[in-house]
T-cell receptor, first 115, second 114 residues
Framework: EAGVAQSPRYKIIEKRQSVAFWCNPI?????LYWYQQILGQGPKLLIQ????????DSQLPKDRFSAERLKGVDSTLKIQPAKLEDSAVYLC?????????????FGPGTRLTVL | QQQVKQSPQSLIVQKGGISIINCAYE??????FPWYQQFPGKGPALLIA?????SEKKEGRFTISFNKSAKQFSLHIMDSQPGDSATYFC?????????????FGDGTTLTVKP
């Protein structure tokens, strides 16, 4: 079974530029998550989708971050404009459903460096 | 708001020793407690998880101990091996009415010396 795919793996941008990350979840997984993992910290949930609807985006900085999951499969996370403090690894995860005990499978992440 | 506190930040153990990582939570609405293992350049992977109505769960060399009244849980790695060297995260997950949202601790970097 193929895992969660993410691209690009690495991205370096200047502050105030925009950037987009792509995620392809495991086939058949209805729930998709985007996490931000700052160096030395645990993953922090940014947004959670159930199929193509948003379940939770309470920690998404909506003035600069946006995400979409068209057709309930692939998802894109965008940052515009980027700030220095956005430097982090952005992890995508998916699960069969949003039950607490549904295992979340993580992709390898995209490491973003904002200069 | 730090809802899940994890300690220690780093841990060095000799091969064959026992590694113990502790976590404490505040929100009694948490309903599931998974532990994740993360290697450099990889995403976290589920290691073992426990429900709050169980005090202990063992899978191979990995054991979770859970104390509901103290709102604490811990991961024990028996007979630690160099291949166990990784970062470990505890997490606490809300119940199904809250869409199973997870909050992670800040991680423990484990080094097992041969």
């Amino acid at each position: 079974e193929a895992g969660v795919a993410q691209s690009p793996r690495y991205k370096i941008i200047e502050k105030r530029q925009s950037v987009a990350f792509w995620c392809n979840p495991i086939s058949g997984h209805a729930t998709l998550y985007w996490y931000q993992q700052i160096l030395g910290q645990g993953p922090k949930l940014l947004i959670q989708f159930q199929n193509n609807g948003v379940v939770d985006d309470s920690q998404l900085p909506k003035d600069r971050f946006s995400a979409e999951r068209l057709k309930g499969v692939d998802s894109t996370l965008k940052i515009q404009p980027a700030k220095l403090e956005d430097s982090a690894v952005y992890l995508c995860a998916s699960s069969l459903g949003q039950l607490a005990r549904n295992e979340q499978f993580f992709g390898p992440g995209t490491r973003l460096t904002v200069l | 708001q730090q809802q899940v506190k994890q300690s220690p930040q780093s841990l060095i153990v000799q091969k064959g020793g026992i590694s113990i990582i502790n976590c404490a939570y505040e929100n009694t609405a948490f309903d599931y407690f998974p532990w994740y293992q993360q290697f450099p350049g990889k995403g976290p992977a589920l290691l073992i998880a426990i429900r709050p109505d169980v005090s202990e769960k063992k899978e191979g060399r990995f054991t979770i101990s859970f104390n509901k009244s103290a709102k604490q849980f811990s991961l024990h790695i028996m007979d630690s091996q160099p291949g166990d060297s990784a970062t470990y995260f505890c997490a606490a997950t809300l119940g199904n009415t809250n869409a199973g949202k997870s909050t992670f601790g800040d991680g423990t970097t484990l080094t097992v010396k041969p």
